[in-house]
């Protein structure tokens, strides 16, 4: 489904859903390079962000996050990946 041929949709969904299963495998190595390849999805960026900080990789999860947040594309996607990243926030916020 996703060779060379197929649209580029098909072949980033195929990412994503490739680096899901890569993370649930904890194989983070080599989920961060499938999920970079589908960064239109807020899902595979919320799981990006969660494999750079389970790789120590602090910087690129807090530029990847401050994105995610700045993401103004509504969708279910967008909801579901930010919801609990603002609730982190506000929290981490309220404590200071």
């Known amino acids: 489904m996703a060779s060379s041929g197929s649209s ?3 072949q980033r969904i195929y990412h994503g859903a490739s680096g899901s299963l890569l993370v649930s495998r904890k ?3 080599d989920a ?13 960026m919320k ?10 990789q602090p910087d690129e999860a807090a530029s990847l996050k401050k994105k995610l947040l700045g993401w ?15 609730a982190t926030d506000t929290a981490v916020a309220a404590k200071r």
């Open 72 to 86: 103004k594309v509504p969708s279910i996607e967008e909801a579901l990946a930010t919801s609990d990243l603002l």
């Open 32 to 44: 961060i390079a499938e999920l970079q390849e589908d960064l239109a999805n807020p899902m595979s």
């Open 8 to 10: 580029v949709n098909t």
């Open 27 to 29: 194989k983070y190595a």
């Open 47 to 56: 799981l990006l962000i969660i494999v750079y900080s389970k790789t120590r």
